[in-house]
């Protein structure tokens, strides 16, 4: 995950807009959102 992140955080550090990072947040956070029920449904 550490070189995933790094990955991430160089190429944001390097986008000229603000369009990008909000656009990638809005994903992660999505693809969060829709991940966390079914690993509690995996864990039990």
Same mark, same amino acid.
């Given at each position: 995950?550490? #070189? &995933?992140? /790094?990955? =991430?955080? @160089?190429?944001?550090? *390097?986008? *000229?807009? &603000?369009?990008? #990072? =909000?656009?990638?947040?809005? $994903? %992660?956070? @999505? %693809? =969060?959102? $829709? @991940? +966390? #029920?079914?690993? /509690? $449904? %995996?864990? +039990?």
């Amino acid at each position: 995950m550490t #070189p &995933m992140g /790094q990955g =991430i955080g @160089a190429s944001l550090g *390097k986008a *000229k807009g &603000m369009a990008l #990072p =909000i656009l990638l947040c809005f $994903v %992660l956070g @999505a %693809l =969060i959102t $829709v @991940a +966390e #029920p079914d690993l /509690q $449904v %995996l864990a +039990e």
